[in-house]
């Protein structure tokens, strides 16, 4: 059974730190691009990094480009995002999924996990 699942949300204060995991079962990651994606209540869900599998290549969205980190343990089967000097808004749940194709886009990815919450609240 094909299977993502997220750990590693929860409350922190702005300025703190989190690192989500993403651990894949029934399937490799090898040929596989992983994103992390998030939705915050009201608003679309939106990409917020990936790391191409094959090549290593890593992307980020400009809300988050020098602050997150996105890394993969081919061992483990498991993808990280790495969250640093965390901001309010970046309150969501936060999603990651597997596809063929490197895009911030969250249509053409065919595998989710169910999500975990990130709430940056004093």
């Known amino acids: 059974q094909v299977q993502l699942v997220e750990s590693g949300g929860g409350l922190v204060q702005p300025g703190g730190s989190l690192r989500l995991s993403c651990a894949a079962s029934?399937?490799?990651?090898?040929?596989?691009?992983i994103g992390w994606f998030r939705q915050a209540p009201g608003k679309e869900r939106e990409g917020v990094s990936y790391i191409s599998s094959r090549t290593g290549t890593t992307y980020y969205a400009d809300s988050v480009k020098g602050r997150f980190s996105i890394s993969r343990d081919k061992a483990k089967n498991t993808v990280y995002l790495q969250m640093n000097s965390l901001k309010p808004e970046d309150t969501a749940v936060y999603y990651c999924?597997?596809?063929?194709?490197?895009?911030?886009?969250?249509?053409?990815?065919?595998?989710w996990g169910q999500g975990t919450q990130v709430t940056v609240s004093s």
């Open positions: 999924a597997a596809g063929l194709l490197a895009t911030m886009r969250p249509r053409p990815y065919d595998y």
């Open positions: 029934g399937f490799t990651l090898d040929y596989y691009v």
